[in-house]
């Protein structure tokens, strides 16, 4: 975990993004705790990594410079993987066409990666957040939210509904 906050620092991360980080790294692992075949160490890791892109970029493409900068760091694909399709509820290859990201998948595929991707939809700023404020703050930004919308209460309704008192 130390060395993913050096990583962050090092590459001038901004102070406010290592505290979302941090913040989707705790809410990650209250999410992973649920799970007995979870790989703990990799949802750190990933949680920590997820945002190593806005060193460079804010926009979308911060996932994507994200790997490679994480790639240079040695992470493995596992780690990459999460980098890359944390965004929302994930971006299907039709959508990443439209934004210009090429014809790719961004759907989180494990379930390392849909944590993490679930934690960060979770966590606005440094602080946890509700699924209404995340839909009600979509539907303000995206422009035909439906699809996204669909997708991210999927994602709650695999990893945290069932555990909800």
Same mark, same amino acid.
């Given at each position: 975990?130390?060395? *993913?906050?050096? $990583?962050?620092?090092? +590459?001038?991360?901004?102070?406010?993004? !290592?505290?979302? #980080?941090? %913040?989707?790294?705790?809410?990650?692992?209250?999410?992973?705790?649920?799970?007995?075949?979870?790989?703990?160490?990799?949802?750190?890791?990933?949680?920590?990594?997820?945002?190593?892109?806005?060193?460079?970029?804010?926009?979308?493409?911060?996932?994507?410079?994200?790997?490679?900068?994480?790639?240079?760091?040695?992470?493995? *694909?596992?780690? $990459?993987?999460?980098? +890359?399709?944390?965004?929302?509820?994930? !971006?299907?290859? #039709?959508? %990443?066409?439209?934004?210009?990201?090429?014809?790719?998948?961004?759907?989180?595929?494990?379930?390392?990666?849909?944590?993490?991707?679930?934690?960060?939809?979770?966590?606005?700023?440094?602080?946890?957040?509700?699924?209404?404020?995340?839909?009600?703050?979509?539907?303000?930004?995206?422009?035909?939210?439906?699809?996204?919308?669909?997708?991210?209460?999927?994602?709650?309704?695999?990893?945290?509904?069932?555990?909800?008192?």
């Amino acid at each position: 975990m130390n060395r *993913e906050i050096e $990583l962050l620092k090092k +590459e001038n991360t901004p102070e406010n993004v !290592i505290e979302h #980080s941090k %913040a989707v790294c705790t809410k990650a692992m209250k999410i992973a705790s649920n799970f007995d075949n979870v790989d703990c160490d990799l949802i750190q890791k990933g949680a920590l990594l997820h945002d190593i892109g806005r060193s460079r970029t804010h926009g979308i493409t911060h996932a994507i410079v994200g790997v490679e900068i994480a790639r240079g760091y040695g992470y493995g *694909e596992d780690v $990459l993987n999460i980098i +890359e399709r944390h965004i929302g509820a994930g !971006i299907t290859e #039709s959508e %990443a066409k439209d934004l210009g990201l090429g014809e790719k998948s961004y759907v989180p595929q494990t379930l390392e990666e849909k944590i993490v991707a679930h934690a960060d939809n979770l966590v606005s700023g440094s602080e946890e957040v509700d699924l209404d404020f995340v839909i009600e703050k979509w539907k303000r930004r995206i422009e035909n939210p439906d699809d996204n919308i669909k997708r991210l209460i999927e994602l709650d309704n695999e990893l945290i509904k069932p555990f909800e008192e």
